[in-house]
C-alpha cells in the first residue's frame, strides 16, 4: 500500500511563498504521474500542477502560472510545489495525487488519479 503524505502547509502573508512536499511511503512506488489538486471552502476542487513521471511534461492552471513550480526528486518519491507571490484566493486545503496508470501524462482531470493525500492547508492573509 503506498501513502502519499502533504507538508509544508501553513499561514503566509500575500506576497509570501510557501513549498510544499509530497512523500510516497510504504511498497515501491510504481511509474506515476503526479498533481497537486486544491479545493477552497464552497468551491469544487481544481487542479493547480501536474508533472509527468519523466519529469518532461508539466501542466499549470492559469491563474498560478508564472507563480508556481512543480517539481520531483531524483528518486521520484517525493514531489515539490513552490508557491510564490502568493495571493488570498490561493488559500485552499492542498491536495497530492499519483496516476499509475497512465504515468507519462500530466493529467489535470481529477479522475485521472488513483491515489491521494489527505491535504494540508494553506492560509494566505491579506
Known amino acids: 500500500q503506498v501513502e502519499l503524505v502533504e507538508s509544508g502547509g501553513g499561514l503566509v502573508q500575500a506576497g509570501g511563498s510557501l513549498r510544499l512536499s509530497c512523500a510516497a511511503s510504504g511498497r515501491t512506488f510504481s511509474p506515476a504521474g503526479m498533481g497537486w489538486f486544491r479545493q477552497a471552502p464552497g468551491k469544487e476542487r481544481e487542479n493547480v500542477a501536474a508533472?509527468?513521471?519523466?519529469?518532461?511534461?508539466?501542466n499549470f492552471a492559469a491563474s498560478v502560472k508564472g507563480r508556481f513550480t512543480i517539481s520531483r526528486d531524483n528518486a521520484k518519491t517525493t514531489m515539490y510545489l513552490q508557491m510564490n507571490s502568493l495571493k488570498p484566493e490561493d488559500t485552499a486545503v492542498y491536495y497530492c495525487?499519483?496516476?499509475?496508470?497512465?504515468?507519462?501524462?500530466?493529467?489535470?482531470?481529477?479522475?485521472?488519479?488513483?491515489?491521494w493525500g489527505q491535504g494540508t492547508q494553506v492560509t494566505v492573509s491579506s
Open positions: 508533472i509527468s513521471w519523466s519529469e518532461r511534461s508539466t
Open positions: 495525487a499519483a496516476d499509475t496508470a497512465l504515468p507519462f501524462v500530466p493529467f489535470q482531470d481529477e479522475d485521472e488519479y488513483n491515489l
